[in-house]
Nanobody, 125 residues
């Protein structure tokens, strides 16, 4: 069983930056699996934001965040990060960390077996 705990969500003004962190409880699963960040705004479906391969050599981003968000991971510390810059009000959502089996990064929800509880990001205009 893998447990994921997100942190770093906050209220920030438009144009600002935040770094989200996700801590995984199971080291073995974390080091071999694809990790991703999803988000869900009120009244909307959960959507993929970014994904990273097990070794961190492949990343994938939703078009809406390309050039503004950067995903990274530290397998030695069982952590995955989402650096968010130039935040916009439309980035407001609960952000979720997800873990799946090894393979190509993907933003498909069904790809992922384990989910965190989420962290709130609010961007004011």
């Amino acid at each position: 069983q893998v447990q994921l705990v997100e942190s770093g969500g906050d209220l920030v003004q438009a144009g600002g930056s935040l770094r989200l962190s996700c801590a995984a409880s199971s080291g073995r699963i974390f080091s071999i699996g694809v990790m991703a960040w999803f988000r869900q705004a009120p009244g909307k479906e959960r959507e993929g934001v970014s994904s990273i391969s097990s070794r961190g050599d492949m990343t994938y981003y939703a078009d809406s965040v390309k050039g503004r968000f950067t995903i990274s991971r530290d397998n030695a510390k069982n952590l995955v990060y989402l650096q968010m810059s130039n935040l916009k009000p439309e980035d407001t959502a609960v952000y979720y960390c997800a873990a799946g089996s090894d393979g190509v990064p993907s933003l498909r929800l069904a790809r992922y077996d384990y989910w965190g509880q989420g962290t709130q990001v609010t961007v004011s205009s």
